[in-house]
């Protein structure tokens, strides 16, 4: 594709960096450098993200509500988070008697590992990607199913009531939605023909799925955007930790830094959705193509890769908050059938469609 | 550094294997299984066999042992423990264990084990979703028709443990 | 590869579709009429059955995955003999109202294991033959803890969940074993590299052990006596015969086809284990007095014997086992049946509950001594032959020692199963089993029964045919 190649590869400038690193010290030690190295740019990324995310989520539910938000801590309200976690890491630890401490202790840890795993295959922008997996979707399916064990440990090893319905809710609720996300992620996997994230991105450089794909790649977008809202246990889905009747469910018992873990991995957890879900209906770091128009969409490649995958990104964070604003939230009955009656036999029937149109050549 | 790795894994899975067949709290031993299980999947991204290593993650790690938790939670409280073995059976216990490990080792390590002739298989999606769907010789059509068979016969059998008579419930 | 060829499969695909006709037909039935479905599924496999007779094409699919001869289809249709006559004897067990509403439940699982069993006989690969294995077992477990009343029905569920699980673990380490020594899962692979290596052996045992489970040979039959008793006889009665029989089948045709190559050195751990499971069994089955359990030691010690035919390793080997299963379905279920028979008329399920027995069910007495001289191999009735056979096969391969142990222990289960026909004939009992009338279904499965004894035993040409088709595994 001609139209790809002035957009800045950052395979380049990592490609460099592992250059330099080798002319210094020996294979062995360039290895552990840049793990370490690509540890700790994720880690200022988590910190930086999840001071964002809530930033954001508290000015997304101001405008639903009609109302300014934070505006008072730095320029626009910007601050406020960080005050927050500052008052977060201030607080006291409050350990539980006859609690499981080690489980108790290592819950958020696994929560946060998870989210860890998941980002790491996110291609953020054109060759930057920690691990560009050849089974990319099926990687992320995996990782993040790793996520639940961390809610439903944190439910049980807290010996309190509160925590152990608000883990068997959202423990039914991950694993009944899981399903769904991996068969909307795969309608587009079958239009592609790859499972691998980098593959599927080049994939749309005519187009993306969304468009692409007639109406079956817009309704797994629809269910990929319900399911995995369910899946991150957030409103109007967030059974787990139904505040006005678990108190604040599986991590009731948490406090302080703990609490703040679990707090980050789930905005974490919003992103990598929205990161995902971007990338495989979106484009990802793609531009704004349209089929042959040469012109126009070197125009678009103008833009950087990164913004592009960072608007859609945040275009879906929107989209996730404003559910979580506009709608009640529902019964756990209510949940379970909508995934089991609804979403599931839909996107069954989805992938059939969606394979039928791939076999006769339809889709663009 | 892959030898590094190798040896780090198979520590985590040894170390964790026998705690969680030692430790008296049911819910542990089913997070040290899962870290033998997470463990074991580095083996697969260690021979670059990503997929594989995914299916080990989603199936065991995220299906089966969430299921095991699952059951775990439904059924059993945060105080219990189990008793201490008896010693003469822990005696035995580990008697037949290491004897057992002795004898498998030694045959292992005396085996010459020879490489299969057939060609290494690209390991990408396309060509396993092929095999897997493949009716000739090394394709899994067949088994993975008949497992739907198994499932099915165990969903069933599942609902026939679970199912209420009609007299049952007049009773409840 | 063509589509046509999937006649071959014929049996199993009639059995998936007689499945799926059961679930269906589940859903058009009214609730209030859930009994109709049982006369419904009984004609559907009595179909089934007949159309198995039918004879067809064989060869192998799937790349040597699958592959059937004149003897599969033989031993399939052995099964669904022995399954139809169970379905028979069951029928009036499932109109009780507390079972009524999981008839079709029933039938589906029982149909799905035998699904898993004719794939295991008809595997060509160990990845067929053990998906065929655990098909054949799990749901068994959803059908022993059928009682849902019956605590012991629930704890015979959960041990032969258990104890099928911890088998199939020990089966799976040696597969992989061989897996990784021979580099292939297919039969006709592994037995061109099968050596006497130590590697190959630590296998072979653990898939012995693993099979040993399924077979229930002594020492691996702790949990058969506790399942036995506690499941439902319709369960206990398939557990033992259909079951058994099938992973008889396979094991016999893996030892004689994959291992031949160490056949030496198998012989010497069947010899043994054919020793102890007689020996063992014989005496624990002397002292029991619930009939199940009683059953349950006898069916170990039959399993004994069978180990004779096996040693033969050779097509008259074959044959006598095949000859065995096909005596021991219709003897065993007549057992079987007279005790379902018994126990859902006065629920009586103990030796001692049988005194006087004849003087007010002589017919169904009658019928309990004839399946108990032929389990014990007295001769008009077709047991003997079985016996027999096996007896001369391995008596052939120059087991004579062998023999005598076999013949002693005949003798000693005479002893125990003459007790019952005692307890039946003899012993006084002023308040003996009442009279009664059982169903239509059951009196034609025992009558099949009754027949099968006979006919078996007196038509030579049904072990002529069986000697004829059993060569095929050797050339």
């Known amino acids: 594709m001609s139209s790809t190649s002035t957009i800045y590869d950052f395979s380049t400038l990592t490609g460099s960096i592992d250059a330099a690193l080798h002319n210094w010290m020996s294979p062995g030690l360039v290895l552990t450098a840049e793990l370490v190295l690509v540890g700790l740019i994720f880690l200022t990324f988590y910190a930086l993200l999840g001071l964002f995310l809530v930033y954001l989520e508290r000015k997304v539910c101001a405008v639903m509500q009609n109302r300014y938000g934070p505006n008072r801590v730095g320029p626009l309200g910007l601050l406020q988070t960080i005050a927050d976690l500052i008052k977060l890491l201030m607080k006291e630890l409050i350990p539980i008697r006859k609690a499981d401490q080690f489980l108790f202790n290592l819950a958020p840890f696994i929560v946060i590992i998870a989210s860890f795993m998941a980002i790491a295959a996110t291609p953020f922008a054109k060759g930057l990607q920690a691990v560009d997996l050849n089974i990319g979707v099926f990687y992320v399916m995996a990782v993040s199913s790793l ?99 678990l108190t604040a469910g599986f991590h009731t018992e948490y406090s302080g830094i703990k609490f703040a873990f679990f707090f980050l991995a ?29 012109a126009f969409n070197h125009v678009m490649d103008f833009i950087p890769s990164m913004v592009w995958f960072f608007l859609k990104t945040f275009f879906v964070v929107y989209l996730i908050m404003w559910f979580k604003w506009t709608f009640p939230r529902l019964r756990i009955d209510q949940l379970l059938t909508l995934e089991w009656k609804y979403l599931m036999p839909i996107s069954l029937i989805n992938i059939v469609v969606i394979a039928f149109i791939v076999l006769m050549g339809w889709h663009f | ?63 089966i042992v969430v299921l095991i938790i699952f059951s775990i939670l439904l059924t059993s409280h945060i105080s219990h423990k189990f008793k201490h073995p008896a010693l ?85 | 590869m063509d589509f046509g060829q999937f006649i071959l499969m014929r049996h199993e695909l009639l059995l998936i579709l007689a499945a799926v006709i059961v679930l269906i037909a589940e859903l058009a039935v009214s609730e ?21 007779f039918i004879p067809g094409e064989t060869g192998t699919l799937f790349g040597g995955s699958y592959q059937s001869n004149e003897l599969t289809t033989m031993m399939k249709n052995v099964l669904n003999m022995g399954v139809l006559i169970i379905f028979l004897q069951s029928e009036s067990w499932l109109k009780k109202p507390e079972n009524v509403d999981k008839a079709s439940e029933y039938f589906v699982l029982t149909l799905a294991t035998l699904v898993g069993m004719n794939y295991m006989i008809s595997a060509g690969d160990f990845l067929i033959f053990y998906v065929g294995l655990e098909t054949a077992t799990i749901p068994i477990a959803g059908l022993a803890a059928f009682d849902k009343l019956k605590s012991r029905s629930a704890e015979a569920g959960i041990k032969l969940i258990l104890s099928s699980a911890l088998s199939s673990g020990i089966l799976l380490f040696g597969l992989s074993m061989i897996y990784g020594a021979t580099g292939s899962i297919y039969f006709a692979d592994v037995l061109k590299n099968v050596s006497a290596t130590p590697l190959i052996i630590m296998g072979f045992i653990f898939f012995v052990a693993g099979m040993g489970f399924k077979i229930s040979l002594v020492p691996f039959h702790f949990w058969t006596a506790d399942v036995y008793e506690g499941a439902p006889i319709g369960v206990t009665s398939y557990l033992s015969v259909v079951s058994k029989g099938a992973a008889v089948f396979i094991f016999t045709i893996v030892l004689f086809t994959v291992f031949r190559p160490i056949m030496e050195q198998w012989q010497h751990l069947i010899y043994t284990l ?57 003897t065993n279920l007549g057992a079987f049946g007279v005790v379902a028979a018994v126990s859902a008329a006065s629920g009586v399920e103990t030796i001692s509950g049988y005194n006087g027995l004849y003087k007010t069910n002589p017919k169904l007495s009658l019928l309990m001594t004839l399946s108990l001289f032929s389990l014990a191999g007295i001769p008009p009735v077709a047991g003997f032959f079985g016996k027999f056979f096996l007896f001369t096969s391995a008596a052939g391969s120059g087991y004579f020692i062998l023999v005598l142990i076999a013949v002693l222990n005949a003798t000693i289960s005479l002893y125990y199963y003459l007790r019952v026909v005692k307890a039946m004939f003899i012993d006084a009992n002023e308040d003996p089993a009442p009279t009664f009338r059982s169903s239509n279904a059951m009196r034609l499965g025992l009558i099949m029964c009754l027949a099968g004894m006979f006919i078996i035993g007196f038509a030579s040409t049904i072990f002529d045919y069986l000697r004829n088709i059993s060569d095929v595994l050797f050339n």
């Open chain 1, 147 to 245: 996520g639940v064990v961390g809610i439903l440990l944190a439910g049980w090893s807290s010996n309190s009531k509160y925590s152990l319905i608000g883990a068997m809710r959202s423990g039914a609720q991950i694993v009944s939605y899981e399903l769904s996300v991996g068969l909307s992620l795969l309608a587009i996997v079958v239009f592609s023909g790859t499972m691998q994230l980098s593959g599927i991105v080049e994939s749309q450089a005519d187009g993306w799925w969304i468009f692409k794909g007639h109406i079956p790649a817009f309704i797994s977008f629809v269910i990929f955007l319900v399911a995995s809202t369910a899946e991150i246990n957030r409103g109007p889905f967030d059974l787990a930790e139904a505040e006005s009747e």
């Open chain 1, 266 to 294: 789930e905005y974490i957890n919003m992103f990598i959705v929205a990161a995902i879900g971007a990338t495989v209906f979106l484009g990802g770091w793609m531009p704004f193509h349209i089929g042959n128009w040469e």
């Open chain 2, 1 to 63: 550094m892959n030898v590094v790795m190798f040896y780090l894994l198979s520590a985590i899975i040894l170390i964790f294997s026998l705690l969680s067949i030692t430790t008296r709290k049911i819910l542990r031993a089913a997070v040290y299984l899962l870290f033998v299980l997470v463990a074991t999947s580095g083996f697969y991204f260690l021979l670059n066999y990503e997929f594989m290593a995914a299916v080990q993650l989603t199936l065991y790690a995220g299906g």
């Open chain 2, 88 to 172: 003469l059976n822990l005696l035995m216990g580990a008697g037949v264990a290491v004897i057992g490990a002795g004898v498998a080792l030694y045959i292992i390590f005396n085996e010459k084990f020879t490489a299969n002739g057939q060609p290494e298989l690209p390991v990408d999606m396309t060509a396993i979703g092929t095999q897997l769907l493949s009716t000739e010789k090394n394709g899994y059509v067949l088994p993975f028709e008949l497992i739907s068979v198994l499932l099915l016969a165990a969903i069933i059998a599942a609902i026939v443990i679970a199912k209420k008579g009609k007299q049952e419930e007049k009773e409840s």
């Open chain 3, 32 to 52: 209030s009429s859930k009994a109709r479905i049982i006369p419904f599924a009984l004609g559907l496999f009595a179909l089934v059955t007949i159309a198995g």
């Open chain 3, 274 to 330: 054919a020793v102890m499971t007689m020996t063992l069994a014989n005496l624990f089955a002397l002292r029991q007095d619930n009939l199940k359990r009683f059953l349950a030691f006898s069916s170990i010690a039959q399993a004994g014997f069978i180990l004779l035919g096996i040693l033969g390793a050779n097509g008259m080997g074959m044959a006598s086992v095949v000859y065995f299963v096909l005596v021991y379905v219709f």
